[in-house]
């Protein structure tokens, strides 16, 4: 019998490390052992900041965690890089984007590629839970985890991460309506009236992409637009209202809606108010995680949900065909709408201003949409 | 230009005869004046009972209300009957199930024979809303609202009413998880653990259901099972949980579910505690009007929601084709569980016994299933 | 290391033993050896008989072949069984099908459980290509690839296997119509108007199977019904037409439909001539091998297949869902169509008739439908 | 009684006029009367001449037919425009598309806005068969005909009819092959292999189409690629394959695929030998008339398509919810590849050059892929 041993190369390299769930972050060298098993070694252009990177860097997520048996963990899960070598499917100096979520190996809808619906929960996501991040200078990756990035948008693709969680949350939507006729007399979507609550980075993807879908789409928050906002929405056909803080002053109007989509996972509320504003066959999609409130739902609301056939629906994770329909997204939007398109990046950073990087991970900055990190 | 004046034949019979919101139900000969188009002269050989029939005559139906223009309604939903002549597609002879919703003829989900899913909201429903019931004694129906009842279950055919709403129910909910993989790795749903809240007729004909299409039930109720409850749910091979008044003991009990059909439709707080009871990907099936309570849905329940994936549905109304499966579903029953139908059918009250027809239709006795008027 | 030499039971039982693709067939003593993994000893009651086994019997059959490394192969891929000891999902005394088709436990369909949608092409089947089948006294079986008979069916239960496939291709056909709205305007699909080609066990089974399902029925073979048939066919609601030696003469009679079945798996040509007799939106389901002819297909004939959204799909075995249903099937058929269900099994051979037995393992006799083979 | 005479305005404009099954086509003016219901004034912009119009022109499509009591029809159906008013749901200057195929309005494919699959037979086609087509200066349009063009890419929008067709075939083949999982293990289609026949404007549409959708695309002619096709299919990612006469050299090479789409619609024959090119679980979708040829499929070869599972079906037409997605299509395509886009348009001809369009509409220019007829 031989024992081989097999030389790991152990390369250092600047990263952005946290240790979840305490708080803090911190940019250093960090020395990453490479994989020996079919990799390709990426060097990454730039990261994009979200809000679960802030919460993981307050030590606000209780269920982030660094991989089994390490005491620190990368940052990160949304990232373009490019391929310094070839591979099978990938040419060096391609663009590529990794998937951040991994799935379980076990149940069926890991083992065919979907662990956006893991049944064990044991998968792991990059930069999250149990696996490193993308925010540092290489990664070496299975191909099989890559997306293509087109270079026709390489200046919007950091947008093609969250977007694969609404490319997939409106899919799931999409399916789980055609248990009826929910298309309308022309075949398309174009009777259906949206409602998106929150005009974030979320709340204004979910409505380029509701709008492309054909969908009316009304955007509320608790205040009136940014002139940023309203030249997004105005630019895509959509309306924006101030709601203040009662999202049911639109029952008043007599607005009512055939899908909901809370883009704000701010109160719990907003579900039981909801319920109230949806028409007959009406669909309400969670996406994001409430952080306060509870839904308080009378038993006349849930006669409604019963009577009217309601459907409330808990979104989350895009997987790797949804990555690659956001890409198509993003390069239709870029010949549609390239006004609006030029609106959605609000920042980049260099990684050599350190302060500045750490800054944009501890808060968000008014009228930030998506803030990029640049490394090289 | 010729006016035409058609003679409708005015016809007296024997009727339960309702006037809702109010309360009362009386029998009595009543004029019904039978309609000129295409109908099938149908004797009506039994009615069954429902709860929906005792909250009409208990007062406590608001949205119940006689035909357009007419100051009383007939009462019944559930009926058998017999042809009295030929139609096109039935026999003089014929056993027959009237359907009980009728469509709006305007929205493409009723033009496509499905107002189970109609989005004006302006169906009509036989006995319970603008359309006259089936407890009398002859039916002018045109054929194609009616449902061919196989003479080998026609001691139990009066079941295919509520069932066919299950039915309905059931391939929504399997609709609905089809946006993932659901079936096991034996491709049946063999290893998906169903709870069934409440052990009523609905309780008891959605585990028979649940169990037919392979799935593992567990039923609740505050109570012990009684005798039947026992042989029933001994006889499908669903266990039977007494959970007093708190449904999250089963929680203690480390029992999670893939699906929970609240078949009670008594107290909204059911839903919350569902949440808590649910496994990932799983999905909650809201049947029935919940009467009283509020569902305290916390954040952190909708995290769960999110994060897990759950789907929460309200279930209503089958048609023909549900109607069409629950016949079959019976036939099948019988031959399967021959000692479990007989159970089903807990007592039969010819209309002459007018005292004991209005008592049944007021109150529920103990430990019926489905009780049935003989009218001839 | 340690080298553990596990014992297995070797078991000598009475069996039907082919060595395809030789001519042959014969009833011996063989030893079995019994597998080491979890299995239940089940002893077989009855063995059903199929076309496929008298092409095996008589070496018509080229792909048909032993197991790996055997010079034998156990015939029989149609049986019912009874349990000899307690499992984990069956009790002893219950009554089993085992499951024909096995996976190839690499392609994701097989890991799905349906191998019925194999990749790989590396699925075994008893009875048939690399499995012994189930013509023995004993078999020892996974519980994974048993299906529990109802007790109520026992005497039918043998059709289940035959059915299986038949629910599967039904299964298949309205999921592939799904694609337009195919259901009439009262959601059923009792507009619908159905060709059967062939009047044998198939022929029959998918009649049955239609008409439970509403479709109209017209069955066809080149004679006049048998007095069997004839009842049969009258029985379930379908015709019987004699259309000699051309399907064209339908067309003259102006006879069009929206799904041909071909049952027959006689001559290709009935390929082109179906094509001709679909209407718009139509489907033709080829189930069986047709053993001889030409498809002669114009460029007509396509241009119609293309202009009239024609569809055909090839329609090959059931699995375990389907087999399972089938069982609800025969049980509600025993319900609904008494008389009909009577019919079906036309014989039965007790194996210690040896001659009998070999003698219809090598031709059909005439108006056989079902023939069983007793064992115990 | 009333008699109103509604005045309605008569139109002369500049039109190409044919008179099918007439030989023909001719340059001219026509009083066209303006429809008196809602409808939109367009000034047509431009049309795209397709291989119908040339076979409507040389009198070689039978079924085309001019509009019911009229003695000319307008030729074309694929038109880009421009609203000259504000509608209700287009604004003056917006640029717009009509549909081209219009329902029965009898059926419920056609009620539910899908004419595709009209089942009737009864649907009219602009410019083909019973209804004026676009080849004109003005158009007068219900705004439910039409789709709006975003003006980024109103240089290539003349593709979007075409396209429309190859979404709604693709849409269908993907809903079809549902049935089984036919996803990758990474849940896309990147381990799909297709097949296309043929390298015209259908087939390079077709291939681009595919290779967004992650299918790896062989494209295979009778000749060797031009410069053109060969930038086309390099700069997609797709193999070009000069196959000579016989598509079955692909066998001998071992290619085998799991999706041939015949975008050629030459010869029958490339049925029968499609199906020896299919993989187990493969789909053949036919598109486009085969115009010669028979297809002579053996029983050896409809057994594999029994054993393999394999599915032909024909494709036809797309509605309008594929019109918008083929609009997207090419809002991507232009931003993914640029330079293959620019390929497409291959000659535009103003109206005034009389010669040049009846020349153009006459014979199709070696090298061709898309010419307009620029109208304004």
Partial sequence: MFIVYIRKKSVPMKSLIVNPPEKGVEIKDVEMVKPTNQVLKIRILESGICGTD????????????PPVNENYMVLGH???????????????????????RRG????????????????????????????????????????????????????????GQPLSDLEKSLSEILTVQRRMIWTCQDGTYRCRKALVIGSGTIGILTSMLLRSNGFQVD??????????????????????????????????????????????????DLLSKSIRL???????????????????????????????????????????????????????????????????ITGTIPVSDSNSVISALQRKKEGE?????IWA
Same sequence: chains 1, 2, 3, 4.
């Fill in 219 to 268: 955007v509320v928050n608790r205040r009136d637009a940014t002139d940023k906002e309203f030249r997004i929405f105005e630019g895509i056909g959509a309306n924006y209202i101030n709601v203040g803080d009662d999202l049911e002053v639109l029952k008043a109007g007599n607005l009512l809606f055939d899908l909901i989509f809370d883009a704000s996972g701010s109160d719990a």
């Fill in 278 to 344: 949806t028409k007959n066959n009406g669909i309400i999609g969670l996406f994001g995680f409430p952080s306060k409130g509870i839904a308080s739902i009378t038993h006349q609301d849930l006669q409604k949900v019963v009577f009217k056939s309601l459907i409330v629906v808990g979104l989350i994770n895009g997987q790797k065909p949804h990555f690659e329909r956001a890409m198509q997204r993003l390069a239709e939007w870029k010949s549609v709408w390239p006004d609006v398109v030029k609106e959605l």
């Fill in 78 to 100: 949304e990232a373009v890089g490019q391929a310094l070598e070839d591979g099978v499917l990938f040419h060096m100096g391609d663009l590529v984007m990794p998937v951040n």
């Fill in 104 to 159: 379980c190996n076990k149940c069926l809808n890991c083992l065919t590629g979907r662990p956006d619906f893991c049944e064990t929960g044991e998968f792991v996501e990059a930069g999250i839970s149990g696996l490193h991040g993308f925010m540092r200078e290489f990664l070496y990756e299975k191909e099989e985890n890559l997306i293509l990035v087109p270079k026709g948008i390489e200046d919007i693709a950091i947008l």
């Fill in 54 to 65: 802030r919460e993981i860097v307050n030590g606000l997520m209780a269920t982030a965690k």
């Fill in 369 to 373: 949409i998506k803030v990029k990190i």
